[in-house]
């Protein structure tokens, strides 16, 4: 019984995070295009790195921006073992093995126009497995990012460093450091 209600407090944050998404739109807004119009898939490919090293994994990355920019749902895979020099011991350090990852983010414009924004995002993040990075499968997530709009209009590059960490809640937490390059097409 206790490993059911620990197997849906996960599912049942992710459902009260989304509920403001996907809330049906007040009639203030029947003017304004839909959420749905406003959203834009994208995909590309990234890395991982921390600032004293690179840690060699690549990062696969797919996420759902909705809202005109505003909210970010992505699904990231770090495909390989990630590991560093260390300098103490002479010899490579793994800290991570290949897990899933998601976050939900809140999105903000810091500057920009209509070919280009500069944003932050702040969220959480879930990962699948715990680790020498992070000690938590649940973190805060944080991104600092630009996105340039391509042609056709419809389409876009955007590009993200991105930091999930538990903020010292348990130890060890060396965050997952990534970078992302994707595309993006408006649903």
Do not use: C
Not at 24 to 49: M, R
């Amino acid at each position: 019984m206790l490993a059911v209600r620990i197997l849906n407090v996960p599912a049942l944050m992710l459902a009260a995070l989304l509920a403001p998404v996907f809330a049906p739109a007040s009639n203030a807004h029947a003017d304004e295009a839909s959420f749905w119009e406003k959203s834009q898939l994208q995909t590309g490919i990234g890395g991982t790195y921390h600032f004293w090293s690179a840690t060699h994994a690549t990062v696969i990355p797919v996420t759902l921006v909705m809202d005109d920019n505003r909210y970010e749902l992505g699904v990231f895979r770090m495909a390989d073992g990630q590991r560093f020099y260390d300098p103490y011991i002479h010899a490579q350090h793994q800290t991570a093995d290949p897990y899933w990852g998601a976050s939900l983010s809140r999105r903000w414009q810091l500057a920009g126009s209509r070919s280009w924004k500069l944003f932050f995002g702040f969220g959480v993040s879930y990962k699948t497995q715990e680790n020498d990075l992070s000690a938590t499968h649940w973190n805060f997530a944080s991104q600092l990012g630009v996105r340039v709009a391509l042609k056709p209009r419809r389409a876009f590059l955007e590009l993200e460093i991105r930091h999930w960490s538990n903020a010292g809640i348990r130890l060890p937490n060396r965050g997952q450091d990534f970078a992302t390059a994707m595309v993006g097409f408006t649903l």
